[in-house]
């Protein structure tokens, strides 16, 4: 429950690396039932009003400005209910329109550590419902002697070190936000003379190919958000891809994401570079590679195209700015998208109580 302290409010928390990504982990039942409510607290916790999150948890960076709410399931055939945000700290906006595939990956062990689930010897799985899209993602937590681990083995890249595997299985990743896996009906759109792919299957999407951009699609992932004429064709792309999707107000929505797709250059499949959207990911989104490894299933697509058309089951590999991301595709009985599985690791960091502040917080401001 939360509590007063020096007139501040005092949360539970629990901040976890799921993935490549990080961010603070709570229990529904210790955040505000109000929408409005539960985001201003949100906002105050990671330090909105300054684009480094100076005066929260915020870590100055997308992947690092990640919430997860945890609580019981509210759905038949789930274990718990998971609600991912994206707080925007410059903007001062909660966004709960997508859905983070990495930060899901450390959504089974805090379940667990926090008593909703309970284990098994050797390995739990936890079902999982996302809040954000109404879809069910399976979870396989390492869990020996009925304890959660978190060393071992498994390496992924965008993480130092090695730890122990989960294996996350989206069970029906099709139409997460729209309800279709093709939103605009085909498998590519011509938009102001390009040709791009928009997919909806764990999370929207628009692909593109990045030569078609006067791109390489090799760059470091920093680089393109200084080339301001390209972010602004890019931003205009993915604006008039998301209504057509069906998405009314795409300019102050994260969805759809922008991925850029170029030829192989290390034996994978594709080589991406995923937009969140203002920003290129370091490493590659979850579902980002679940909607991208879906297109290369679709005759017609841009994915499928560039990367050659994939047969199931079967592997697909993205060469992304910190290495390579598989995700394995196998046909899922009476689904409209192949069922994805992904391996990643996870890391509880610290736990304790996290403050904010008992008024709104301020607005946006630049950090000085």
Known sequence: ??????????????????????????????????????????????????????DGIGGGN???SKVAIVGPATRAGADVDYLFAQVRVQEGVVDTSPNCGNMLAAVGPFA??????????????????????????EARVQTPGGQVVYEGEAMIDGVPGTAAPIHLAFLDAAGANTGRLLPTGVPADVIDGIEVSCIDAAIPVMLVHAADLGKTGYEPADSYRADRKFMT???ALRVEAGRRMG??????????????????????????????PHDCHRAMA?????????????????????GGLLAMPGDVTF???????????????????????????????FEGTVFARPSTPPRAAMAA
């Open 233 to 235: 064709r890019l931003e």
């Open 112 to 137: 667990i550590e926090s008593g909703l689930v309970q284990t098994t010897d050797g390995v739990t799985v936890v079902r999982i419902h996302n809040v954000n899209t109404g879809k069910l993602i």
């Open 1 to 54: 429950m939360t509590h007063l302290m020096n007139r501040q409010i005092g949360i539970p928390c629990v901040m976890m690396r799921g993935g490549t990504s990080r961010g603070p982990f709570f229990l529904a039942s210790d955040l505000p039932a109000l929408p409005a409510e539960r985001d201003a607290l949100l906002l105050s916790v990671m330090g909105a009003g300054n684009d480094l999150g100076i």
């Open 286 to 306: 979850i579902t980002g590679a679940v909607a991208t490894a879906t297109a290369c299933t679709i005759p017609g697509t841009v994915a499928a195209a560039l």
């Open 62 to 64: 997308p992947l690092t």
């Open 319 to 349: 060469e992304h700015p910190a290495g390579r991301l598989t995700v394995r595709l196998e046909a899922g009985v009476g689904r409209a998208a192949p069922v994805a599985g992904i391996l990643r690791t996870a890391r509880r960091l």
């Open 247 to 276: 998405f009314p107000n795409t300019a102050g929505m994260v969805i759809p994401k922008p991925v850029l797709l170029a030829p192989p250059t290390r034996g994978g499949t594709l080589s991406v570079r995923y937009f969140m």
